[in-house]
């Protein structure tokens, strides 16, 4: 029997007879023989080879001084300070030397970096309330739940920002100086425009003012345990860059992909001798404002002087990582040409 209309039928479900439907298109279907393919993977181990090294020289122009200030010189007693919890929260000041040997040119980014701090822990990331940073008022009152332990404090008052991403934040402070001829002058580093602009300007807000002072829309929140100064007082010199828009809580916000990692604190103002033209070479003086601890978690504290170039810092893994795909690539080609060459196109050996 035929199909019954308004029913369906046993080819009902029959696609259309159209050349796309019943794959009838025309199409090209590459031959895949010696002649073609060994010229190609040739051309891929050329070209993963030229980028290597293309990248390797552009690594190598970058300039990069890094020292490790954990227990170095003074610094060695505010570590053994901060190993007693009850110092928790104090400041305690020490000063290393830097020694460049050879002058920094150019834009010089000043980071600070950390060693066994893992900050890709899923809770850890997830300890935040994103609603309270872009400046609800309701989450600054009533934290998230995902802020818990850091969401109040002992008193039971909201803490802001809310937690244990903030809670943790990066709070040692550097003055750099250097010793020109017996006469430290100090460094300029420029402390604003270090984070992200989108993080600046669309992620972190602060709450509305209306007409109220920065420390007035914060009443009734609490620091977090921490940290030294509450949100509203991070920056004393520039009050448009505190509350939740600060620079240094931003770039501590976005977290590390490592346990090992470096994060920006300021960039070299080379609007004055002797540093128009970068860093100069010499000798060099750091006081720092010692507060974070990291004995809990084995961790190390360095300082990073770098230049930068359109490829970032120095980091060599994607050129090695291409002169290794190159060499790779090359010895396929050649153990693939050895056995054409051998066998011939009929896959017997031709000797025989």
């Known amino acids: 029997m035929g199909k019954v209309k308004g029913k369906p039928g046993p080819l009902a479900r029959r696609p259309d007879n159209s050349a796309f439907k019943q794959q009838r298109l025309p199409a090209w279907s590459p031959m895949l023989t010696a002649n073609t393919v060994l010229p190609f993977f040739y051309f891929m181990a050329l070209i993963c080879m030229l980028l290597g090294v293309w990248l390797l020289l552009t690594v190598q ?19 053994e ?11 305690c000041i020490c000063t290393v030397v830097l020694h460049i040997e050879k002058p920094l040119k150019g834009d010089v980014f000043f980071y600070y970096g950390l060693k066994n701090f893992h900050q890709n ?18 989450n600054l009152k009533n934290p998230s739940s995902y802020c818990m332990p850091f969401d109040r404090d002992q008193n039971g008052l909201p803490i802001a920002p ?25 460094v300029p580093l420029l402390r604003r425009g270090i984070s992200w602009y989108t993080d600046k300007n669309v992620k972190y807000r602060n709450p509305k003012m209306d007409n109220l002072t920065l420390a007035q829309v914060f009443e ?5 345990l921490f940290w030294q100064k509450p949100v509203y007082e991070l920056d004393p010199f520039d009050q448009t860059n505190n509350g939740f828009i600060n620079d240094d809580l931003i770039v501590w916000m976005r977290e590390a992909a490592f346990p090992n990692f470096k994060k920006l604190y300021g960039v070299l103002h080379r609007g004055d001798d002797p540093f128009t033209k970068g860093l100069p070479a010499g000798t060099y003086t750091i006081e720092i404002s010692y507060n974070f601890p990291v004995q809990h978690f084995q961790g190390r504290k360095e300082l990073v002087l770098t230049t930068l170039t359109w490829f970032g810092g120095q980091n060599h893994f994607l050129p090695i990582a291409y002169l290794v795909t190159s060499s790779l690539i090359l010895l396929v080609a050649i153990v693939l040409t050895v056995v054409w060459w051998k066998f011939g196109k009929t896959g017997m050996n031709m000797e025989e």
């Open 220 to 224: 009734g929140t609490a620091k977090p």
């Open 61 to 79: 122009r970058t300039q990069e001084v890094k020292m490790d200030y954990t227990k170095a010189g003074e610094c060695s007693r505010c570590f």
């Open 121 to 138: 822990l899923r809770r850890y990331m997830d300890s935040r309330d994103d609603g309270q940073m872009v400046g609800r008022k309701t």
């Open 81 to 91: 300070k901060l190993k007693n919890e009850s110092n928790a929260g104090q400041s």
């Open 162 to 186: 809310c937690g244990a991403v903030a809670n943790s934040m990066f709070n040692d402070s550097f003055t750099l100086y250097y010793n020109k001829l017996g006469s430290p002058v100090k």
